[in-house]
């Protein structure tokens, strides 16, 4: 019998075991109530399987799981409606959407790179895949398979980093860290993301979609692997106005520019010893400050599963950070900035402590101003058009409002994928 005492690392967390089989979610927490200004407003359940990554578009939530994704109409927020839940098997089901076009992270082997039949096993496995699959999302209600695109390592997360053509390049998160998943092409030091080219955002550019480069990137801070110490990254957030990405690199974070998006460039190294698992990063509306998460499963320990907030034209000594603040094993995991000029609030998942809001106008003094945790486990929680939606481990899509006068005048936007900031707000 397997326990969830085998993750003694906080990084292999949502890694599959040497044979290839998924570990269970860390545990939801006691209920420990909510604020007064936040509002569940709805529950849209999916239970039986592991709850991960959202993107949106329109009224639609675009909801990852490890089996697939689901589309979520919440044009009613008190009562979303499930238009299809699409069963493509390859944890861990990170999401993003560009027009008619839905792209899907598999960082798990799989039997097959097409949705039929398509089980986890394991790297040496023969014809066994692992990447970016590819869905025509045009009809909401019949998702359509296109293609699925190899990378190395396969593909942990991935960002969107949209162009002035209509296109968009794809940037692959992934890393040689546990047995299951090295192969001849996922060995350390790796070094390296893939970059997959969209030719534009119709079902043609889905099938057209390819990798066009593989640039190396390096750090000053190694991660061990099962095939030795290891530099890669586990998710980066793309500021194309200013043409940078904050990469949170598990060893420690970087900016990169990305003026030549097929060749970012390293500008900065950022390695605060208190951060455990460089995980997330976002950045400010006003493009001042980057915000890093650090993945924790350890016990209730300061600074552990912390926010770190950092100047980005000066980003060597952190300008604050903060964790969780109640007495419970916490980390701050998906998050984005609320899209309202003059104030930085911060919208975060929490795992087991579910939902938190905080305040980072003053990023030297950052103040928690809102919870939900009704014995919550949340893997994604973002604000988008007046409402923060939420991906639950355990439980499916929490719908919420979060009533205070910091949110007033957020902008409103046709679609977010929450990786990808493609405009800035001045005060």
Known sequence: MVTLTVMSSPAYAHEPWEDGSVPPPPPSSPADGYSQ??????????????????????????AGHYGGFRIIDISEPGTPEELADVHCNGPQGDVSVWGDLLFLSVDTPQSTPSCDGSTNVTASTPGAWEGVRVFDVSDPRAPRFLQAIRTDCGSHT?????????????????????ASNIGPDCKAPFERISVINVPGHDAAAGLAAAVVAEPTVKGIDLFAGSSGDFFACHDIQVLTPRNLAAAACLSQGQLWDITNPLAPRVTADIDTPDVDIWHSAAFTHDGKHVTFGD????????????????????????????????????????????????????????????????????????????????????????????????NDISRGLDVLRFSSREAAGARRLPMLNPQTQTFLLHR
């Not at 936040?38 to 399987?49: N, P, R």
């Open 158 to 178: 991935h960002t969107l980093v949209p162009r002035e053509d209509g296109g968009t390049y794809i940037y692959v998160a992934s890393y040689p860290l546990s």
């Open 37 to 62: 200004n936040m509002h569940l407003l709805s529950t849209d359940e999916h239970t039986g399987g592991t709850n991960s990554d959202l993107a949106f578009s329109g009224n639609l939530v675009f």
């Open 295 to 390: 993945e924790y499963f350890g016990p209730a320990q300061e600074p552990f599963g912390a926010i770190w907030t950092y100047a980005v034209d000066n980003p060597a000594v952190p300008l604050s950070h903060l964790r969780i603040p109640r007495d419970e094993p916490s980390t701050y995991h998906n998050f984005n900035y609320i899209p309202v000029a003059g104030r930085n609030i911060l919208v975060s998942s929490a795992y087991g402590s579910g939902t938190s809001v905080v305040d980072l106008t003053d990023p030297s003094n950052p103040k928690e101003i809102g919870y939900y945790d009704m014995r919550s486990n949340q893997w994604s929680t973002y604000w988008y058009n007046g409402l923060i939606v939420a």
